[in-house]
């Protein structure tokens, strides 16, 4: 996100997943309840602030060809290439801090006592492209309440694989390694955040974050950190990979805000990847009805 803007992704790459994704699911996430929606005019005029020109879900190939995954490479296409043998099994994730069942979980026993969701949420990267996407995973809640936090963590702490004899962009300073990310404890209790493992309906591919990855909808996608390996409960703050890298350009909570452009371009508008015809930006990135709440009071300026 330092080094370029975004490229453009040739329409020749462009294949459809229109089959999967049916406009009920998409509905269901677009942050309207189920069952009923569809008969309702009333609710259906109340989601419109949120939903835009078109929100049908990205290609698999757009999804999984057009990447930021700065461990394999900075460029859009970098991670498609270079992850295809990185090893995801056995995978362990350490689970410590402040928590009554601190452990290392392995993967299968993590991810074992739910049932995947599919989740179709809008991503907005902070170099103002975005996409639909129909994530499949298990909300990050559920996850954390088996953990049993106590009441001083205030914060989680994720923690991407340190692998440099796997990822070649970690054999350079292009960023401090390991990649990290935090939430507030209830950002990270919302209901919309999602630890995902898949997407249409499939494993998750690897240049997309395999085996696990954060997806906090309302926020710059730069919060979705990849190939979690550890997570921590803590009392303060913790610093991101950005924030550490450029403190002036990124902050802790990155939530999509149109008001608040970046120091060298503008947060108001977004190239949707496939479409050429710019939108504008919707607040918290079309979710403000479900997370406004969590920001009250709070001067979204300096708390960018
Ligand atoms: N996680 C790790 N470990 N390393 C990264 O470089 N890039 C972030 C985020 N998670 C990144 C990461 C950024 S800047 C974005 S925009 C999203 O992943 C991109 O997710 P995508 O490639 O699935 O679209």
Redesign the pocket.
């Known amino acids: 996100?330092l080094i370029k803007k975004p490229d453009d992704i040739k329409s020749s790459e462009i294949t459809s997943e229109e089959s999967y994704v049916n406009r009920r699911k998409f509905l269901a996430v677009a942050g309207v309840a189920t069952a009923g929606v569809l008969g309702s005019g009333r609710i259906l005029s109340a989601m419109t602030p949120a939903k835009r020109q078109d929100d049908k879900p990205n290609s698999w190939t757009e999804?999984t060809t057009?990447?930021?995954?700065?461990?394999f490479g900075t460029g859009k296409g970098d991670?498609s290439q270079n992850a295809t043998n990185f090893r995801t099994k056995p995978w362990t994730v350490k689970v410590d801090g402040l928590v009554k069942k601190p452990a290392d979980y392995q993967f299968e026993d993590l991810v074992k006592p739910y049932k995947l969701e599919d989740r179709t949420y809008r991503?907005r990267?902070?170099?103002a492209w975005s996409?639909v996407?129909p994530w499949q995973g298990i909300p990050l809640a559920e996850m954390i309440k088996r953990f049993e936090p106590l009441p001083s963590a205030k914060y989680v702490q994720f923690t991407?694989i340190m692998a440099p004899d796997q990822m070649p962009g970690q054999r350079q300073p292009i960023?401090p390694w390991p990649?990290v990310e935090g939430l507030r404890m209830d950002e990270a209790m919302h209901p919309l955040t999602l630890m995902a493992t898949g997407l249409y309906g499939k494993t998750l591919p690897n240049?997309?974050?395999a085996p696990l990855?954060l997806i906090v909808p309302w926020k710059?996608?730069?919060?979705?950190?990849?190939?979690i390996t550890r997570i921590s409960f803590v009392e303060n703050q913790p610093k991101n990979?950005?924030q550490l890298a450029n403190a002036d350009e990124y902050g802790f909570f990155a939530n999509v805000n149109p008001e608040v452009d970046h120091p060298r371009w503008t947060q108001s508008s977004e190239r949707r990847i496939g479409q050429f015809r710019r939108q504008k930006t919707l607040m918290f990135n079309g979710y403000a009805e479900q997370v406004a709440k969590l920001y009250t009071g709070m001067d979204l300026r300096k708390n960018f």
């Open positions: 996100m999804i057009y990447n930021n995954y700065y461990e991670p991503f990267c902070v170099e996409m996407i991407t960023l990649y240049q997309d974050g990855r710059y996608g730069f919060k979705g950190i990849k190939a990979t950005w």
